[in-house]
Nanobody
Framework: QVQLVESGGGLVQAGGSLRLSCAAS????????MGWFRQAPGKERDVVAA????????YYADSVKGRFTISRDNAKNTVYLQMNSLKPEDTAVYYC???????????????????WGQGTQVTVSS
């Protein structure tokens, strides 16, 4: 069982920045592809960004390309999401997920993920 704990959410004005962190309770963190997803009220959980085991390959949703950066530190069992130029439409609960996958590729589908964190609220005011 892998526990994921997100932190770093909060209230920010449009144009501002936040950095989310997700710490994993496993010494095998480097075996897991990691992803950040978000869910707004009444909507589905959608991928924001994903990163492969090694961190060498990343994926971004079109809506966040050029504004968000996903990264990971396998020595610290942590994945990050740097969010810049935030917009009101970025408001959502942000979740990190871990997928034990056989390939060093980012995983885009929430159905593939094995473990989820509890989520952290990000609110962007206009």
């Amino acid at each position: 069982q892998v526990q994921l704990v997100e932190s770093g959410g909060g209230l920010v004005q449009a144009g501002g920045s936040l950095r989310l962190s997700c710490a994993a309770s496993t010494r095998f963190f480097s075996w897991y592809a990691m992803g950040w997803f978000r869910q707004a009220p009444g909507k589905e959980r959608d991928v924001v960004a994903a990163i492969s085991w090694s961190g060498g390959i990343t994926y971004y949703a079109d809506s966040v390309k050029g504004r968000f950066t996903i990264s990971r530190d396998n020595a610290k069992n942590t994945v990050y999401l740097q969010m810049n130029s935030l917009k009101p439409e970025d408001t959502a609960v942000y979740y990190c997920g871990a997928d034990r996958t056989n390939y060093d590729l980012p995983v885009k589908s929430s159905n593939e993920y094995d473990y989820w964190g509890q989520g952290t609220q990000v609110t962007v005011s206009s």
